[in-house]
């Protein structure tokens, strides 16, 4: 997973496959992943070259975010 683009409150967030399938994202704001306030599913298709991307936004009213790649 990388980021990039990354503002006060937003980033984005992306990885490359080899074959098509599904990047499930979790943002947490401690280790436990107790707390997700933001979660999201995005394809990795041919169309995209494989490449599943997503913009996270309100990162800054949370603070200190991990994310989580599965």
């Given at each position: 997973?990388?980021?990039?683009?990354?503002?006060?409150?937003?980033?984005?967030?992306?990885?490359?496959?080899?074959?098509?399938?599904?990047?499930?994202?979790?943002?947490?704001?401690?280790?436990s992943f107790r707390?997700?306030?933001?979660?999201?599913?995005?394809?990795?298709?041919?169309?995209?070259?494989?490449?599943?991307?997503?913009?996270?936004?309100?990162?800054?009213?949370?603070?200190?975010?991990?994310?989580?790649?599965f």
């Amino acid at each position: 997973m990388q980021s990039g683009d990354v503002s006060v409150d937003s980033a984005v967030l992306w990885a490359r496959a080899d074959r098509p399938s599904r990047m499930r994202v979790e943002i947490a704001t401690t280790d436990s992943f107790r707390d997700i306030p933001h979660g999201t599913f995005v394809d990795a298709l041919p169309e995209t070259d494989f490449t599943a991307k997503t913009l996270i936004e309100g990162c800054g009213r949370a603070g200190h975010l991990l994310p989580h790649p599965f």
